[in-house]
Nanobody, 118 residues
Framework: QVQLVESGGGLVEAGGSLRLSCAASRSIFSINTMAWYRKAPGRQRELVASITSGGSTNYADSVKGRFTISNDNAKNTVHLQMNSLKPDDTAVYYC????????????WGQGTQVTVSS
């Protein structure tokens, strides 16, 4: 079982920055993949960025060069640094974790709102 608690959302002007954090209830070394998804009104949920326990990262094309996902293993926390924010980035951002057991078990955080004003 993994509990995920997000923090760091808020309101920011276009061009600004925010850093989201996701604290896991267990060592992230034991979590195969952690990621950030987002869901905007009228849009499907989309993968924003992911990071494996080995440190491999993946980004949506829309955020490449602007967002950075990273691990803080000492604090069992994953961060999403978001720079050059655009109104189109406005969404609820969800932390995600996948743990491989006999099958992959998925966990989700409660979500944090990010609003970018133009």
């Amino acid at each position: 079982q993994v509990q995920l608690v997000e923090s760091g959302g808020g309101l920011v002007e276009a061009g600004g920055s925010l850093r989201l954090s996701c604290a896991a209830s267990r060592s992230i070394f034991s979590i195969n993949t952690m990621a950030w998804y987002r869901k905007a009104p009228g849009r499907q949920r989309e993968l924003v960025a992911s990071i494996t326990s080995g440190g491999s990262t993946n980004y949506a094309d829309s955020v490449k060069g602007r967002f950075t996902i990273s691990n803080d293993n000492a604090k069992n926390t994953v961060h999403l640094q978001m720079n050059s924010l655009k109104p189109d980035d406005t969404a609820v951002y969800y932390c995600y974790a996948a743990v491989r057991q006999t099958v992959y078990v998925e966990y989700w955080g409660q979500g944090t709102q990010v609003t970018v004003s133009s």
